[in-house]
């Protein structure tokens, strides 16, 4: 008969070589995708697939020859943390007063808000691209930031206000008691208690943008294409380039992945707890 | 303000400050293309141009074949001006040229030697006599086997095959239980995928897509012919997922050994004979595309060419350069440095000498199949459309990419050949209706 300790002990294991395999499934694509990187294209779409091969370092080098990495990834780093900067000055304020200045259409807009992500991008195409051509934007770095900035204002703004609910009111009235202003209150009292959700926000927002294709690819051409353009370039139909696509895609997640490795305490942190649990 | 809020704003100021220093300047050239092998070289040697015009820099946007195609239709019907020189097809340089997109190809000096730009070609790319793209490389559909396999079988291709003996070769070499396959065919849906295949099959067996009044022609007994034998060979002797597979899985299963027989474009000779790509470098053979009632439209044609549209905004600069990159000169540049068999092929008579020939097996065939093609008459019967694979009217590529999608039904077994044929031809009566054929006047 099993004791409890043992049934604990069981099921811990249990649960955890399921979370390794989950892990590892996950994982897996990006595993593949450095290990294709390294092959030669012959060795990139051989059957049965390659573990055991030869090295090199040839797609590298000819990426290195053919595009100019650094000058997409520059792009990537400026129009990523500009676009998360501003779309926090923006959200920060507006989830202050839903949260704590309700009304009874506070709800509403913010599922209003939210509904603007189901729409198709496609769908707006046209209209945003005569936008950026009127003004002169296409193939700029501030209308990738303003879009991506707009696209990413609901799920920030909803983020902010479910951290900004948790926090009890009476923490607010202390602080007015004590006479703080309204910015005194939001940048001594609030960002300091959630700034853990507020770094995790704001990393789920740097990911977003990193990872936007669709508008980076229609509304961009040499100056101010991120990596994502990049990535694109190297797709071929006519020609089997897997390795160097694996290549190039190594290099654009690397940043983001090291970024995501550095800070991943916070982000677990915001995301599994409350502001003030 | 706390010092952390200060480095924000601070932080904020620098980005978009920064984000501002990205404007183009005067004599750059923004060149669109799509990514493979030969405009990959052509963005490489571009630097010999740029050595040439140090006033000139050239810039380049390479995108996949759909994607480039999607930017490139926003960019040119809002006249954006994002780009000085466009790749395009065909079926664009027609549709757009006829628009006013593009600028014309006209004075053109005597050294760029236009008389040598194969005719089918040039017509491909002009509307109403006027030239409004020149040709890059060009390419036609062909037959590639394995030679070893023929070998061991007692089997010998013939120089043009139909689609009969293709079928009797493909049903003799098929052997599954070794994971080879008698033939590979495309099958993802799409109308430059499965439907440019599918229709070069269909105009050997006497189909059409249209009769003279634009009447789709889907209810005729030569498309059922025409697809009952593709998606029987296909069922037979192809690949499992057939439906899936388009010009590079089928080169995928090709290179490794996986197919006997493979149709499809011209440009895969020089990836199934190159030995660092392909496993069966050594035992290629190369023949005509099949035939069958007629080899009319038995084997395609298609162009990557270079555009400059109206919208340009160094028109100047941007004809300098479509012109250096579609020379002869330009041809001599890539013999030099890549080897005589990396030549653009399809496009110039002086690329065919005899070295060319020896380094290309495949390019006696892709010659004759190029100077055979007959966009204007691409069956038996006449029709009113010009193309082979493809037919030039706006509306086709959603025609096209929808009956592609009921042929690859067809394939998977969801839907029955006839069921396909009745949706296709409804659903292109439909679609002809809406956008007002047949056109007055």
């Not at chain 2, 390479?62 to 954006?80: F, H, M, P, S, W």
């Not at chain 2, 189909?207 to 209810?219: G, N, Y």
Request: hydrophobic residues 45%; proline residues 5%; neutral net charge.
């Amino acid at each position: 008969m099993m004791t409890l300790k043992q049934s604990r002990r069981l099921q811990s294991v249990l649960l955890g070589s399921l979370s390794w395999v989950i892990a590892a499934l996950i994982f897996f694509p990006i595993f593949w995708m450095v290990l294709t990187s390294f092959k030669t294209e012959i060795d990139a779409f051989a059957t049965p697939p390659q573990f055991i091969f030869t090295p090199t370092l040839e797609n590298y080098l000819h990426i290195q020859e053919r595009s100019d990495y650094f000058h997409f990834a520059w792009n990537s780093i400026l129009i990523s943390f500009s676009a998360t900067i501003l779309c926090l000055l923006i959200a920060v304020p507006a989830a202050y007063s839903m949260a704590f200045f309700e009304t009874k259409r506070t709800k509403g807009t913010l599922l209003w808000m939210l509904s603007t992500k189901m729409l198709p991008p496609v769908g707006v195409l046209m209209p945003i691209y005569l936008l950026a051509k009127t003004f002169g934007l296409l193939d700029s770095r501030i209308a990738l930031i303003v879009i991506y900035t707009l696209i990413n204002l609901p799920i920030v703004v909803w983020m902010i206000y479910t951290y900004f609910k948790d926090i009890p009111g009476e923490i607010l009235e202390a602080s007015r008691l004590d006479g703080a202003t309204t910015r005194q209150e939001i940048f001594k009292v609030l960002i300091p208690i959630c700034k853990g959700g507020l770094a995790s926000t704001a990393l789920l927002s740097l990911i977003l943008c990193w990872n936007e294709a669709f508008w980076s690819l229609n509304l961009t051409s040499s100056n101010a294409a991120p990596l994502t353009a990049l990535i694109a370039s190297y797709s071929s139909p006519e020609g089997l380039f897997w390795a160097k696509l694996s290549a190039v895609s190594t290099l654009a997640c690397a940043p983001i992945l090291i970024f995501g490795w550095i800070s991943q305490k916070q982000l677990v942190r915001g995301l599994s707890f409350g502001a003030v649990k | 303000m706390k010092t952390s809020a200060k480095v924000l704003l601070a932080g904020t100021c620098l980005t978009l400050t920064l984000t501002l220093c990205n404007s183009a300047s005067a004599g750059d050239v923004t060149i669109a293309t799509v990514n493979n092998s030969d405009m990959i070289r052509m963005q490489r040697l571009s630097k010999t141009f740029e050595e040439q015009h140090p006033d000139i820099k050239l810039k380049w946007v390479v995108l996949e074949e759909n994607v480039l195609r999607q930017r490139l239709t926003t960019d040119i019907a809002t006249k954006g001006g994002q780009f000085d020189v466009l790749t395009i097809g065909m079926y664009e340089a027609s549709l757009w040229g006829a628009k006013g997109w593009l600028k014309e190809m006209d004075n053109l000096p005597a050294s760029y030697a236009l008389d040598d730009v194969f005719p089918s070609v040039r017509d491909g790319l002009s509307v109403d006599g006027k030239l409004f793209a020149l040709p890059f490389y060009a390419e036609s559909s062909i037959t590639y086997y394995r030679k070893d396999l023929f070998q061991a079988a007692g089997l010998t291709m013939p120089e043009r095959p139909t689609w009969t003996q293709i079928s009797e070769f493909a049903d003799k070499l098929t052997d599954k239980s070794k994971e080879q396959y008698g033939i590979c065919l495309r099958g993802k849906a799409g109308w430059g995928e499965n439907m440019a295949l599918i229709s070069t099959v269909a105009n050997s067996f006497g189909a059409r897509w249209f009769d003279e009044q634009w009447k789709p022609q889907f209810d005729q007994p030569e498309w059922k012919d025409a697809l009952n034998f593709y998606v029987n060979v296909m069922k037979k002797d192809g690949p499992p997922g057939a439906s899936s597979n388009g010009f590079n899985e089928n080169l995928a299963l090709f290179n490794s050994g996986k197919c006997a027989i493979w149709v499809d474009a011209s440009v895969a000779g020089s990836f199934v004979t190159d030995k660092s790509q392909s496993k069966v470098a050594d035992s290629v053979g190369f023949t005509y595309a099949p035939h069958e009632v007629t080899d009319k439209g038995s084997a395609w044609l298609y162009s990557w060419a270079l555009a400059i549209p109206t919208s340009a905004k160094n028109d100047k600069d941007a004809r300098a350069f479509t012109e250096w990159a579609t020379s002869k000169e330009y041809a001599a540049l890539v013999a030099k440095t890549d080897g005589v068999s990396n030549v653009p092929p399809g496009t110039r008579a002086s690329t065919y000498t005899d070295e060319y020939k020896k380094a290309a097996p495949f390019a006696n065939i892709t010659l004759e199949s190029l100077k055979a093609v007959t966009p204007k008459a691409p069956t038996l019967k006449p029709v009113p459309y010009v193309g082979i694979q493809l037919v030039t009217i706006p509306e086709f590529q959603q025609i096209g990419t929808n009956v592609g999608q009921q042929f690859s039904a067809a394939l998977v077994g969801s839907t029955t050949v006839d069921a396909a044929l009745t949706q296709a031809q409804s659903a292109t009566v439909r679609d002809m209706k809406r956008a007002g054929y047949p056109k007055k006047g």
